[in-house]
């Protein structure tokens, strides 16, 4: 049994966190730590212990891992601590404020010998399993261009924002989403085009991002914005003997926003309507057009390989190399903007 804690307790410790947890045998959700309850909006769990003592949390010999799911402002404090208990730490996206944060943050656990990892959960969506598969059944042929979107029509967002601060940013707040995505599967790029921009004039919040990744004859682009009343495709790749498209997004948080949980049979899953058409030309010049089945998301995965990494001694799903990887893409990116 992995017994484990959090540092914070709104809504991504409730909503993206323990729903996943508490449906594993073997991790058991001790202690909850919350500095001010006045705030608390969720209902507690029973047989879960709520405290505003940090100590409690970090002091219990039983717990072997902590969760820091707080404004990324607090990370890198919270982390170190949690390190210097001698606990293993995984932390909510965006990682760090910044690249340095977390390269010390990543040597010091080393020094203590223990994990400390980034919640990527975004590597289970089923849009972006899906198009895995279809880039690995050959049907496209050499694979030449990845679309990646990640649109919303929130103009509201941007339009109450008046300062510019990096860590609020677009780029900052869902690249890290879409960016991990491209790097758990391609890997490092040979280069990068940034297109980062604050379509709303100067001293606001960049709403818009454009960053092309090259990985030799693949470009893959990633693609966001608060200004899109009809989203575009989730997923769109183009090959030399076919194209694949995705419209819809993986469907995990639309039902974790209805209070649809992982305990029902078909939370998350995609119907027919949602599938992606994949259209190619097959080797005997024969041309085909076909529905393809989504595959199964499932975010508690991450918690699965954490199990097995801090028990059973496997490696660690998310690696420093592409964590640090990430860090340096949004601080250029974000550099670009200004």
Known sequence: MLKMGFIGNGKSTNRYHLPFI????????????NRNPKTATWDKIEGVHYTTDLDELLKDPEIKLITISTTQSSHFEYAKMVLENGKNV??????????????EIFELAKER??????YQNRRFDSDFLTAQK???????????????????FRPEIPESVHEFKFYDSYLYGHGCHTID????YFG???????DVRQLLGEGRMNDYFDLDLYYGVTKVSVKSSYFRIKARPSFVLY??????TKETKDRQEEHLKLFYMPSNPDFGIDLPEHYGTLTYVNEAGVWHEEKVISEVGDYGRVYDDLYEAIINGKPKQVTDEETLLQMEILEKGVEACK
């Open 134 to 152: 279809v880039i690995e059944s050959g049907k496209l042929g050499d694979l030449l261009e990845v679309e990646m979107h990640y649109d919303y």
């Open 113 to 118: 010998g223990l994990l400390v990892q980034c």
């Open 181 to 184: 995505q491209v790097l758990s």
């Open 188 to 194: 490092k790029p040979d280069d990068i085009h940034y």
């Open 239 to 244: 090959g030399k003997k076919g194209m694949f």
């Open 22 to 33: 508490l449906e594993r045998d073997n991790i058991e959700v001790k202690t909850i730590y």
């Open 90 to 103: 995984l932390v909510e996206k965006p990682f760090m404020m910044t690249y340095d944060e977390a390269k």
